[in-house]
């Protein structure tokens, strides 16, 4: 992809609007100023369910198994039913992501964006959402019964992230106690 093909396509990801003749430097810090504001309101949003008893006041459900895998750990997935297959908003993460925090309880550590895949077919991505100007994970097949096909995007904004901040797996995370 040729440089201006590539400026044209993040501003597009980052809904950042192009004017003709635009310095390239002006349209970089364009949009990662817009990303930098969404990720923002992401962790604003975020913050209350650092709580985990708030969390679960607000519809997340536990699921009882930490994630981990030789790339490192995800944690414990806690997900909104009633947020999954509605319109994506930075503010409203379909899934929390805790790991034990070395007291007995759980530590906030990422967001998950959820995003069901629209034709259910794993071999196709033409409905691939983005955030944060990335392109979402996926599609994956189901994780468990009655769940559909689905795109994720994780979002490490408690916990840095060597792999990157929108790596699924955290080399520097932990499942264990």
Not at 124 to 132: A, V
């Amino acid at each position: 992809m040729s440089r201006p093909t590539r400026r044209i396509a993040a501003a597009v990801m980052t809904g950042v609007s192009l004017a003709v003749g635009a310095p390239a430097a002006a349209l970089a810090h364009d949009g990662h100023d817009a990303v930098q504001r969404q990720l923002a309101a992401a962790k604003e949003a975020g913050e209350k369910y650092r709580d985990v008893s708030r969390a679960i006041a607000d519809g997340y459900v536990p699921d009882d198994e930490c994630v981990q895998s030789p790339e490192g750990a995800m944690g414990f997935h806690y997900a909104n039913r009633d947020l999954i297959d509605r319109e994506l908003d930075v503010r409203e993460p379909e899934v929390l992501v805790y790991q034990p925090d070395g007291y007995g309880g759980h530590k906030l550590v990422a967001l998950e964006y959820y995003f069901v895949d629209e034709d259910q077919d794993p071999s196709t991505d033409g409905d691939r959402p983005s955030l944060f100007g990335q392109p979402f994970d996926g599609p994956d097949e189901a994780q468990g019964p009655g769940l559909p096909v689905n795109y994720t995007l994780h979002v490490w904004l408690w916990q840095h992230n060597p792999s990157g901040m929108f790596a699924p797996f955290n080399p520097a995370g932990s499942c264990e106690v």
